[in-house]
């Protein structure tokens, strides 16, 4: 299912972003405007209305009685260029002063028909007059006794404030197509690190290990860039691990699988089991050397797979007692002494049960190997402050200080052992060790010659408050 192009989804919702921002910010300007022209032209009306009581005061009324009782003032018609009447804003303005009788004393001729009785409130109110909408503001001067009425016509008043209103929107009508080009343009050239970080990907060749670089690359494309190369790194590494580890197989596998296959065909060509006594019992042994190889390669491989299960709590004494009734029937027990010492209170660990039983079995292995006819091995578990302590001893020939850390090296083999190692062993303790936060330790064996393997690890939370 295909979800359109990135660009054209930021373009659309910052296209619809902007509008729901810009068109409602212009109506409301151009309402604004338009209630501030109307207040501002009823502010004028008022004025117009003061100046005129101001001038009837200097006047007086009396005088302009007199002079004009009988005749009606003219809307003032303005003649342009000295050819004839032209329409003007004073055309569209009157005004009317009555007596208290509401006689008119002054009057436009627009204003003749104003009606008589008007609320002199202090507030402009809309009239009709002449089929004409007005505005009209009211004042009476109780001092003359007269009431003055000043007004104006709602079509000049709107033409004037929808001039004002779309002089305002109009910009933004004008630039939201300016806008939506630069928006393109700039959505364009955002994404063209994405752009060249595809291209650098459809070019790089399977296997490379260098890390993605996108020059000039923006902050939000960083963390984008490093989990490619985490994500990158960290197949190649497992694709590095398969590819050695077939390898090892490969070439652990070779030997017993051929001394089991010349051991047979030695068999066969007797005839008969009666007449090849040493060769079937050869192919047998050889046999168990490949079981076990195999059963170590596996282990190592499947290893990883438990970082990824939840970590359950795990008794040692009974993980420790199952490896033993499991392990004792695989080994020759009489060619040595086991001792076994665990605490009767519980020791427990937040772990693996399987990867636990792993390490137990190869380091167990270890030991039993190494150790000479009439040797000893020890299991020794206990605790100490907030660990858990396993230690697996032998008194082999040991593994001097200065070879130590090699041997943890997969497929490392000891010319000091009895030859029949693998050297995956402690590749397994080691790994097992790493996935529970746990130490390993070489050292000597208590009883001045062999070994003592030592591995600490975290004990459970409600372990370590009950002690």
Known sequence: MSHGSLQRRLRRRVAVA?????????????LRTISELNELSDVRLRQTAETLDALLRQTGVMAVQNHARLEALPSVPVIANGVGPASTYEAEVGYRVTDKEGDPILVTDNMRELPRDLPADGKVVSLEVRRRRWHV????????????????????????????????TLPILIGLPLLFVALRWAVRKGLRPLERLAALLGRRMPGAREPVVVADSPREIAPIVAALNAQIDSIEAALERERRFSADVAHELRT?????????????????AASSPASLPDALASLRVLSRRTEQLLVLAHLDEHARLPLVRVELQGLARDVLTEWAPTVDCTRFTLTVDMPDEPVVVMGYPEALSAMLRNLLENASRHA?????????????????????????????????????RRFHREATGLGDGFGVGLSIVQRVAQLHAATVSLDDAPWGHGLRVRVRLPLAVSSVQDA
């Open 372 to 408: 000479p006819a009439a040797g000893r091995v020890m299991l020794a578990l206990g605790t100490d402050e907030l660990t858990a302590v396993m230690d697996v001893v032998d008194d082999g020939p040991g593994i001097p200080p200065e070879r130590r850390d090699a041997v943890f």
């Open 18 to 30: 902007v509008l729901a921002v810009l068109l409602p910010l212009g109506v409301l300007a151009a």
């Open 256 to 272: 017993p699988i051929a001394a089991t296959m010349i051991n047979l065909d030695s068999a066969a060509a007797f005839g008969t």
């Open 137 to 168: 503001y009211t004042r009476m001067d109780p001092t003359l006794g007269v009431t003055i009425s000043v007004a104006e016509r709602h079509d000049t008043r709107r033409d004037v404030t929808n001039a004002v209103a779309m002089e305002r």
